[in-house]
């Protein structure tokens, strides 16, 4: 099994910026790939980014909305993955939740399916 646990959520203006953060533990060296999803209400849960944290890899992958304003980062000495947000709009708004898909990645994948852990999510909410 694979904890995940996410901080950094909070609220903050339009135009301002948040770093969340995800520490895995357990049977971390199992994982190939992290990624944060968000949930806005009443919708579903979307990919934002993902990132190949074996030690060679470093690939990663963004949802295009998010293109240009968020960084997804890696230390593989501490099983964390790091989220920075800038240029937050309103519509950024969500709970975000990290998550960690086990065995082979090829290319990092946009579906919940995909992944095996989830954290407990984290609240981000941007006022304009």
């Known amino acids: 099994q694979v904890q995940l646990v996410e901080s950094g959520g909070g609220l903050v203006q339009a135009g301002g910026s948040l770093r969340l953060s995800c520490a895995a533990s357990?049977?971390?060296?199992?994982?190939?790939?992290m990624a944060w999803f968000r949930q806005a209400a009443g919708k579903e849960r979307e990919f934002v980014t993902g990132?190949?944290?074996?030690?060679?890899?470093?690939?990663?992958r963004y949802v295009d909305s998010v293109k240009g304003r968020f960084t997804i980062s890696k230390d593989n000495a501490k099983n964390t993955i790091y989220l920075q947000m800038n240029s937050l709009k309103p519509e950024d708004t969500a709970v975000y939740y990290c998550?960690?898909?086990?065995?082979?990645?090829?290319?990092?994948?946009?579906?919940?399916?995909?992944?095996?852990?989830w954290g407990q999510g984290t609240q981000v909410t941007v006022s304009s």
């Open positions: 990132i190949d944290i074996t030690w060679s890899g470093g690939s990663t």
């Open positions: 998550a960690a898909r086990r065995g082979i990645t090829i290319r990092i994948p946009i579906e919940v399916d995909a992944y095996d852990y």
């Open positions: 357990g049977r971390a060296n199992s994982v190939s790939a």
